[in-house]
C-alpha cells in the first residue's frame, strides 16, 4: 500500500526575492520519509501537479499518522554549485485520518499555512489531494514524455492554475 499526496498548487505566497516573487518547492514528510517537489522559478501561486508517494507497511496505523507539508523558497543560486539554506514559507500538517481510500474518493484540500514561529509572517495556502493507492491500483505516474510536454507548457492542471503554472520548472518524482 502506498500514500500518495499530490501537491496540485499554492497560492497568494509571500515574496521572498529582490525582484518581487519567489521560488518555491514543497516538502512532504511521512513516517521519518522525506520527498519533495521541483522548484518553481519565479511565482507565488505555483502549481506542481505532483504525487508524492510514501510506503504504507501498516494500514490500520495510518488513521494516527500526521503528513506534515512545508512549503520553501529555494535560496539556491541556480548559476553555481554553493548551496544557501531555503526560506521557510509555512507549513499545514495532515492528519492521516483525513486521506481517501482512492484517488477517485479523494476530494481536494485546502490548506492554509501555518507560522513557523509567532513572529513569522506567513500567508498562502496549498491545495492537496490526499489517497491511499493499493498494491493492484495504477500508481499516478506521469512518464517522461508526459511530464516534458506539460513543463513546457506550464501546466498540467489548468483547471486549478489560472496563468499556466507559473512559470517553468523541471518536474520530479519520488517513488520509495
Not at 14 to 19: A, D, P
Not at 59 to 83: K, M, R
Request: aromatic residues 6%; negative net charge; hydrophobic residues 35%.
Amino acid at each position: 500500500m502506498t500514500l500518495a499526496v499530490e501537491t496540485l498548487k499554492a497560492d497568494d505566497l509571500k515574496l521572498k526575492t529582490r525582484n518581487g516573487s519567489a521560488n518555491p518547492f514543497v516538502s512532504v514528510e511521512f513516517r521519518g520519509k522525506r520527498h519533495r517537489t521541483a522548484t518553481k522559478l519565479n511565482s507565488l501561486s505555483p502549481c506542481w501537479d505532483e504525487p508524492l508517494l510514501f510506503p504504507v507497511t501498516d494500514p490500520l496505523d495510518l488513521p494516527q499518522s500526521t503528513i506534515e507539508v512545508s512549503v520553501y523558497h529555494d535560496n539556491s543560486n541556480f548559476n553555481s554549485t554553493a548551496q544557501h539554506r531555503n526560506s521557510f514559507f509555512g507549513r499545514a500538517r495532515l492528519s492521516g485520518s483525513s486521506v481517501a481510500p482512492c484517488h477517485l474518493d479523494a476530494a481536494l484540500q485546502l490548506c492554509p499555512l501555518d507560522k513557523h514561529s509567532f513572529f513569522s509572517n506567513v500567508c498562502g495556502e496549498l491545495t492537496l489531494r490526499v489517497y491511499v493507492v493499493a498494491e493492484d491500483d495504477d500508481v499516478p505516474v506521469l512518464n517522461s514524455v508526459q511530464a516534458e510536454a506539460e513543463a513546457d507548457a506550464g501546466c498540467s492542471c489548468p483547471e486549478l492554475c489560472s496563468g499556466g503554472g507559473g512559470g517553468r520548472g523541471g518536474r520530479s518524482m519520488f517513488l520509495s
